[in-house]
């Protein structure tokens, strides 16, 4: 059975950090394109940022570059997104994708910058 668990959010105010985590199972984690996604209310759904399985090569959205960074463990089939320097404007639910032969999507983490 396939699971994407994303953990990690939560309120913090304008400034300060959090790392979301998500944890995979049930396929093949280091074959895949892992990403984050975030939607924010009234919103569509966007690329946060994107980690390639074999290179480990990232690819950012402008609004978050500088100041997010993803990353992945495959020992332990996690991947990560490091967030610095939190806006108002990065408050949304932060969801995990994976992508290969098959598209998977965690339920999400809700991330709320506010003071």
């Known amino acids: 059975q396939v699971q994407l668990v994303e953990s990690g959010g939560g309120l913090v105010q304008p400034g300060g950090s959090l790392r979301l985590s998500c944890a995979a199972s049930g396929f093949t984690f280091s074959t895949y394109v892992m990403s984050w996604y975030r939607q924010a209310p009234g919103k569509e759904r966007e690329l946060v940022a994107r980690i390639i399985s074999g290179t480990s090569s990232t690819n950012y959205a402008d609004s978050v570059k500088g100041r997010f960074t993803i990353s992945r463990d495959n020992a332990k089939n996690t991947v990560y997104l490091q967030m610095n320097s939190l806006k108002s404007e990065d408050t949304a639910v932060y969801y995990c994708?994976?992508?290969?032969?098959?598209?998977?999507w965690g339920q999400g983490t809700q991330v709320t910058v506010s003071s």
């Open positions: 994708k994976a992508s290969g032969t098959v598209v998977y």
